[in-house]
C-alpha cells in the first residue's frame, strides 16, 4: 500500500467513526416543549418559528408559515414570507392561489385579485383552480367576474359535485376550501 493510500484509508476511517459518533450523540429536541404548558400566544410563536426555520425555501411550507403570521395579525412577517416567494425563482399557480387565498381570507381583496388572475392565467384548463377563485369574486361582490369564471370552470367540468356545491357557497357567503 502506497502512501498516499493509507493517508485515504486514515481518512476514511476517520470520517466514518465521526459520523457513526455525530449519529450516536445527535440531541432530537421534543416538539412538545412549544406547546405543552404555554399560553397560546407563545405556543404559536414558538411553533411558528421552529416551522419558518425548518421550511427553509420550500415555498408551500413558507406560505403556510406566513399565512399563519398574516391571518393572526402579524402581517409585516406574513407578507415578508409571501413576497420571499413571490420574489424568488419560479412561481407556480398553486403558490400564487395559496398566497391569494390567504389574502383573500383576511379580507385583502385588493392583494388578492391580481394573484388570482396570475394563476388562472398560468393555466387557464385548471378547473378547480378557476371555481376557487370565482368562488372569491363572488364572495367580493364581483358576481360578474364570478360567474364568467363559474363558465370556464363548468365547461371543463361539468360533472363535477364540489363546483356546484363550492358556487352555491359563495351565493350564500361560505369560503371555498
Not at 16 to 31: E, I, N, R, S, Y
Not at 33 to 44: C, D, I, L, T, V
Not at 46 to 54: G, P, Q, V
Not at 80 to 95: E, I, M, N, P, R
Request: aromatic share 12%.
Amino acid at each position: 500500500m502506497t502512501r498516499t493510500n493509507a493517508l485515504y484509508a486514515i481518512a476514511a476511517f476517520a470520517l466514518g467513526a465521526t459520523t457513526v459518533l455525530v449519529a450516536k450523540t445527535k440531541v432530537t429536541f421534543d416538539p412538545k416543549a412549544y406547546y405543552a404548558g404555554n399560553e397560546p400566544q407563545a405556543a404559536s410563536a414558538a411553533l411558528l418559528a421552529e416551522a419558518e426555520k425548518l421550511s427553509g425555501q420550500d415555498t408551500w411550507e413558507r406560505i403556510a408559515v406566513g399565512r399563519v403570521y398574516y391571518l393572526s395579525g402579524d402581517k409585516t412577517k406574513g407578507e415578508a414570507l409571501f413576497q420571499s416567494v413571490l420574489g424568488g425563482g419560479k412561481v407556480g399557480k398553486g403558490d400564487l392561489y395559496r398566497i391569494a387565498t390567504a389574502y383573500a381570507v383576511a379580507k385583502d381583496w385588493d392583494k388578492a385579485k391580481p394573484l388570482f388572475e396570475r394563476a388562472i392565467a398560468m393555466d387557464p384548463g385548471d378547473d378547480t383552480g378557476i371555481m376557487k377563485a370565482a368562488c372569491w369574486y363572488n364572495l367580493n361582490g364581483d358576481r360578474k367576474r364570478a360567474e364568467e369564471l363559474f363558465d370556464s370552470a363548468f365547461g371543463k367540468n361539468p360533472d363535477d359535485a364540489r363546483h356546484y356545491a363550492l358556487a352555491a357557497g359563495s351565493y350564500v357567503g361560505v369560503e371555498p376550501f
